[in-house]
């Protein structure tokens, strides 16, 4: 079946800096989801993208709908301890309106104060 | 509101034992989902419900049944636990499907704050 790749799988970073990640698949989407989890809850979502080349902000973090549909990328600026967490990329699965949502295996961010 | 609410935290089951996680939601959401999660595996949605009445299967569906009798609340049943499903549990809400194209904040999925579950 459909699979999202993330990568990095892990990051160690220093307070300050800047994280890129970013999510691909053999197939198009038509919606990319971008969600944290921190540690011991379930995942939040941070930003939602519904549109190829879209470039949506929140806060320090942007997101970008890749020009081939196959990608899409998460930015975050400035990193503070509290962005400590798994982010997950999401979408549905290129059949319609299935009603499903596959995940990516998430990328683990730690920050070092 | 309570958002979406799920019983137990915790569970230990033996290997064959059954037992229905809970999971209810008060934002009147049409569209309801369970998640399993596992080291390194990401969420991988076991079945999903776009309303009362109308249950369909995910990825992982085996071993695992549900039912949506009304539109708050969406268990989730194992019959005869296997070790195999040691995992979290992640109960899923929104109005919409996440997936539907143009997006809006009615497609905005909130998640509960999940069931450990282990099977010895």
């Known amino acids: 079946g459909q699979q999202l790749n993330q990568s990095p799988q892990s990051m160690f970073i220093q307070e300050g800096e800047d994280v890129s990640m970013n999510c691909t698949s053999s197939s198009i989407f038509n919606t990319w989801l971008w969600y944290k989890q921190d540690p011991g809850e379930g995942p939040v979502l941070l930003i939602a993208l519904y549109k190829a080349g879209e470039l949506t902000s929140n806060g320090r973090l942007t997101a970008q709908f890749g020009i081939t549909r196959k990608d899409s990328f998460l930015n975050i600026s400035a990193s503070i301890p509290s962005d400590v967490g798994i982010y997950f990329c999401a979408g549905p699965p290129l059949s319609g309106n299935t009603g499903k949502l596959i995940f990516g295996q998430g990328t683990t961010l730690q920050v070092k104060p | ?120």
């Not at chain 2, 609340?73 to 194992?78: A, G, H, I, Q, S």
């Open chain 2, 1 to 120: 509101n309570a958002g979406v609410t799920q019983t137990p935290k915790f569970q230990v089951l033996k290997t064959g034992q059954s037992m229905t996680l809970q999971c209810a939601q008060d934002m009147n959401h049409e569209y309801m989902s369970w998640y399993r999660q596992d080291p390194g595996m990401g969420l991988r949605l076991i079945h999903y419900s776009v309303g009362a009445g109308i249950t369909d299967q995910g990825e992982v569906p085996n071993g695992y049944n549900v039912s949506r009798s009304t539109t708050e609340d969406f268990p989730l049943r194992l019959l005869s636990a296997a070790p195999s499903q040691t995992s979290v549990y992640f109960c899923a809400s929104s109005y919409r499907w996440p997936g539907l194209a143009g997006g809006s904040s009615y497609n905005e999925q909130f998640f509960g704050p999940g069931t450990r579950l282990t099977v010895l």
